[in-house]
């Protein structure tokens, strides 16, 4: 956290550990995801289909993680560069500078937006294949709210509907209605925050961005907010969504069960659990 007058992000290290331990736990939810399948919904097919939408998911999610490494380093770089040149003595050069710099670095904010909306998408061809009525060639994440869906639930289970609508209305809406300003509307570059005491720089979180993102400021106040924090926040509601995606999938599972006896085990506690019960972990932690 930053200080009192500008939230930035903490500890770069401890930040990539805790991406790190939130890779791990997403793995193992996506090989829950296909125990699951084979315990309740078709236990003749193998595990290859579901670890496909998995790696698509972990590719654009690494990604994401990638350019926001990037955006670091080149914030790093941009400081250095600052420092060799004088805001007094060669003000254009200084100005042209931060100006090139400022569009390069929020043009690496903008591929994470890009590569986060895709994981939705992926994510529903997930859900489509699992409810097996009505398969998509090119499944897209709203299709969940079409009407042909609502009235006969071509594409994913009456139960889904209302827990779907809740994750896209607090992240993936606002997701991808920030993504479509970006490409059809304007780019959008923030202000810099320039510290003459120590030469830091900071990019700022644009407004374009807080009025896409409602929960932003709800979760962060009105303090002035950097990029990079802003870029971490999009990373985590990111692994927030696809877990709930996850275990709504799960639970659904569950209700529309095709396997007349699914497989279970006797845990050391002397419970009968399904398989996967393992790997899921704690809903609450992502």
Not at 227 to 249: H, M
Request: net charge neutral.
């Amino acid at each position: 956290m930053g200080n009192n007058y500008l939230r930035d992000i903490g500890d770069r290290l401890e930040e990539a550990k805790r991406i790190d331990e939130k890779f791990t736990r997403l793995h193992n939810r996506f090989l829950a995801v296909a125990m699951d399948y084979k315990c309740y919904i078709n236990d003749k097919l193998g595990d290859a289909e579901i670890f496909k939408y998995r790696d698509n998911v972990i590719f654009r999610l690494q990604s994401a993680r990638f350019h926001f490494n990037l955006l670091l380093q080149f914030q790093d770089i941009i400081e250095t560069n600052l420092k060799k040149i004088s805001p007094i003595e060669n003000r254009i050069e200084f100005h042209t500078y931060q100006t090139q710099a400022a569009e390069e670095i929020y043009s690496l904010f903008d591929s994470m937006v890009y590569h986060i909306c895709s994981i939705f998408d992926y994510l529903f061809s997930l859900i489509n294949f699992i409810h097996g009525k009505s398969e998509l060639n090119n499944p897209k994440w709203n299709l969940f709210k079409h009407d042909k869906n609502i009235k006969k639930n071509m594409y994913c289970s009456s139960q889904m509907i209302e827990s779907l609508e809740k994750i896209d209305s607090a992240f993936v809406y606002p997701l991808i209605k920030h993504r479509s300003h970006l490409i059809h509307t304007e780019h959008s570059v923030g202000n810099i925050h320039f510290s003459y005491e120590n030469n830091k720089v900071r990019f700022l979180v644009t407004d374009t961005l807080k009025g896409h993102f409602p929960d932003f400021t709800k979760e962060n106040g009105n303090i002035p907010t950097t990029l990079a924090f802003a870029a971490k926040w999009l990373i985590d509601k990111s692994f927030k969504s696809i877990t709930e995606v996850l275990f709504e999938t799960k639970d659904d599972m569950i209700r529309n069960k095709k396997v007349e006896i699914p497989p279970f085990f006797i845990w050391e506690d002397n419970t009968v659990k399904e398989p996967s019960m393992y790997y899921w972990g704690n809903r609450q932690h992502i």
